[in-house]
């Protein structure tokens, strides 16, 4: 039972930060602009990513998308982390290594109220 609410905790924190950095990017803040501008990505691109982290985020709420939510999220932040040691910024990818790893967690601990 425990288990079950730690992995809840789990999920809204990252339901939470997929909000949050969703919208940071949907809206074309000038850091996340910045950030991804480095990269090659124009404001249209970071708007779609935003648009593709807010819609993992609502995913994961729904036990039938739970996993896809899961991994299109981790995918998001597998990307940045690639851009990262493209640039040989270890700092950048150790910030973003426990956020992968958390949705690698949730998705290992299952969907909390699936047998409720």
């Not at 609502?58 to 998308?65: G, K, M």
Request: charged share 10%; proline share 3%.
């Amino acid at each position: 039972m425990i288990l079950k609410i730690v992995n809840a905790i789990l999920i809204l924190f990252a339901v939470f930060m997929g909000f949050k950095q969703g919208y940071a990017m949907f809206s074309g803040k000038p850091e996340m602009l910045e950030m991804f501008g480095k990269w090659g990505l124009g404001r249209t691109g970071v708007m779609i990513n935003g648009a593709i982290t807010i819609l993992a985020a609502v995913l994961i709420l729904f036990p039938r998308t739970f996993v896809w939510g899961n991994f299109l999220m981790a995918l998001g932040i597998l990307l940045i982390i690639c851009f990262h040691l493209q640039d040989r910024d270890l700092k950048g990818v150790l910030i973003e290594l426990p956020f992968l790893l958390l949705n690698l967690v949730i998705i290992y601990l299952q969907y909390p109220l699936k047998n409720m």
